[in-house]
């Protein structure tokens, strides 16, 4: 199956909205030091609190402290190259989809896991 470029937009856009979303953690964890210890002990426990809902047992989530002369980028997982057909595998397919999910922001504004 392969993504056609509404897809496409929906996934960059759902990349975009996670990186705000993470960008505000950081930016409290930077302000508050027991934020910051909470997230980095329990970060499912505060991605849950802070978007007010539950998330799937499924998903892991680790949080990483920078050190001096380190920066990390996170980039998404890389699929599989398209085969010969140009259509992407269902494992591929299911990665960009995140198994069946995005985080993203849903119609009504609020944060979450989306099914995509």
Do not use: C, H
């Given at each position: 199956?392969?993504?056609?470029?509404?897809?496409?937009?929906?996934?960059?856009?759902?990349?975009?909205?996670?990186?705000?979303?993470?960008?505000?953690?950081?930016?409290?964890?930077?302000?508050?030091?027991?934020?910051?210890?909470?997230?980095?002990?329990?970060?499912?426990?505060?991605?849950?609190?802070?978007?007010?809902?539950?998330?799937?047992?499924?998903?892991?989530?680790?949080?990483?402290?920078?050190?001096?002369?380190?920066?990390?980028?996170v980039l998404p997982k890389e699929n599989e190259?398209?085969?010969?057909?140009?259509?992407?595998?269902?494992?591929?397919?299911?990665?960009?989809?995140?198994?069946?999910?995005?985080?993203?922001?849903?119609?009504?504004?609020?944060?979450?896991?989306?099914?995509?």
């Amino acid at each position: 199956m392969k993504l056609d470029t509404a897809q496409k937009s929906q996934a960059i856009e759902a990349l975009r909205k996670r990186s705000e979303f993470e960008n505000g953690l950081a930016i409290k964890a930077y302000e508050d030091e027991t934020f910051k210890q909470q997230l980095l002990a329990d970060p499912k426990k505060i991605y849950a609190q802070e978007l007010g809902t539950t998330i799937p047992d499924s998903f892991k989530i680790e949080v990483l402290e920078e050190k001096p002369n380190t920066i990390y980028l996170v980039l998404p997982k890389e699929n599989e190259p398209a085969g010969a057909d140009g259509e992407l595998s269902d494992e591929s397919l299911e990665a960009v989809a995140g198994g069946g999910w995005i985080f993203g922001r849903s119609s009504g504004n609020s944060w979450g896991f989306i099914n995509f």
